[in-house]
């Protein structure tokens, strides 16, 4: 299996509810990734996990709240979200977050509309 | 950061060569050099990467200038389903394997 399966494909939520985005690989990879990103701009980073363990935060906001459950398993948490926050939301794995040069693994990404 | 920087687009005739250049003058010398591509509607994929010595694997090849501040990513026969954003991206921070995105070329491929 050499692939990153996000789900859902496409959300859309109101600005009052609670959903999450779910990530996940099986192919051993120790380091995983959210990522964000808007219409015409490349993608932005938002979380990184190393080892089960948030390694990065890159000051987002608490209405996105990730959880790492276990090494294949990786999810996103929303709530009270604001229609700004519509956009493609990638995950990806790596091999290593510590070590150099090793390639990530998208998925396809979750379309989410914050109506 | 180190940065990159890339032409915002370019053209290219199907099954002809194609060379897309990067420029990266304040590359770290433990930094790799990535590429990916974007197809419409879907994540990145990644394509190819390599530190000092030229890369060739079955999707492209890379070829690192001798002074790593520049490479080019070489697509040997462009065909339409090549038609992708393709990023260029240094591995950032020094101790870890983060890929910050830059605003990539956008490749048309004409039939």
């Known amino acids: 299996d050499t692939e990153v399966t996000q789900t859902p494909k496409h959300l859309v939520m109101g600005m009052t509810n609670k959903k999450s985005l779910k990530c996940e690989q099986h192919?051993?990879?120790?380091?995983m990734y959210w990522y964000k990103q808007k219409a015409k701009k490349p993608p932005e980073l938002m979380f990184v996990?190393?080892?089960?363990?948030?390694?990065i935060n890159e000051s987002v906001p608490s209405r996105f709240s990730p959880e790492c459950p276990n090494s294949s398993l990786l999810n996103l948490h929303l709530h009270a979200l604001q229609p700004e926050d519509s956009a493609l939301y990638l995950c990806?794995?790596?091999?290593?977050?510590?070590?150099f040069g090793y390639g990530y693994t998208f998925g396809s990404g979750t379309r989410l509309t914050v109506v | 950061d180190a940065k990159t920087t890339q032409p915002n687009s370019m053209e290219s005739n199907e099954e002809e060569p194609v060379h897309l250049p990067c420029n990266h003058s304040?590359?770290?010398?433990?930094?790799?050099i990535h590429w990916y591509r974007q197809l419409p509607s879907q994540g990145p994929e990644y394509v190819i990467h390599?530190?000092?010595s030229n890369v060739n694997n079955r999707m492209a090849s890379l070829a690192i200038a001798e002074d790593r501040k520049s490479s080019t990513l070489i697509l040997h026969r462009a065909t339409l389903r090549d038609a992708a954003v393709y990023y260029c991206?240094?591995?950032?921070?020094?101790?870890?394997?983060?890929?910050?995105f830059g605003t990539g070329t956008l490749l048309a491929v004409q039939p």
């Open positions: 990806a794995s790596s091999q290593s977050f510590r070590e």
């Open positions: 192919m051993g990879h120790r380091a």
């Open positions: 996990y190393s080892y089960e363990k948030l390694s």
């Open positions: 304040t590359i770290s010398g433990t930094d790799y």
């Open positions: 390599g530190l000092t």
């Open positions: 991206i240094l591995n950032y921070g020094g101790a870890t394997n983060k890929l910050i």
